[in-house]
Structures are given as C-alpha cells and as structure tokens.
C-alpha cells in the first residue's frame, strides 16, 4: 500500500514527504555500514569494494536529501507541494 507521495511520478514530490521511502533508505544505509564495519573487506575484491563505498556514499547523499527536505516543509509548516 502507498501514500499518496509514493504515486507521484517525480522523485521531488517524495524528497521528505514519504516516510516508507525514508524508511527504506535508513535500513539500506545502515545494512551497508554494518557489512562495512563489521565484515572484513581487505580480502574482497577492488571492484566489489569500490561498489559498497559506492552505494553507502548515494545512500548517504539519498538520506541528506531527504532529512535536509523534511526540515524545509517541517519549518515551512506545510506537508503538501
């Protein structure tokens, strides 16, 4: 079941306003830093390596976006485009 930011078609529109899209990208971020923390890489291979700093690094950025969007509609009083 989707909210009525997850039908939308632009990745703006959900930017903040999507908990289940908020959710989702916290529980991918800190799958991908326990594997980081706890998982001895040294011993993968360069390319699988670079792709799990890959992928923490955009979800990192991904999470950013949407907390530094929900404090601008939080402080802006408004939960709507």
């Known amino acids: 079941m989707s ?3 997850c039908v939308g ?4 529109q959900k ?4 908990k289940q899209c908020i959710g989702i990208n916290l ?4 799958g991908a830093i ?3 923390l706890y998982l001895d890489i040294s011993q993968w291979l360069a390319v699988q390596q670079v ?6 690094g955009v979800t ?8 530094s969007a929900w ?10 485009a």
Request: contains cysteine; glycine residues 4%; charged residues 10%.
């Open 27 to 30: 529980i991918l971020l800190i």
């Open 71 to 80: 404090c601008f509609y939080w402080l802006k009083g408004s939960n709507k």
């Open 51 to 56: 792709a799990l700093l890959m992928f923490i």
């Open 9 to 12: 078609t632009f990745f703006k």
């Open 60 to 67: 990192t950025i991904l999470m950013v976006l949407h907390i």
């Open 3 to 5: 909210c009525e930011f």
């Open 34 to 36: 326990s594997l980081y």
């Open 15 to 18: 930017l903040g306003r999507c």
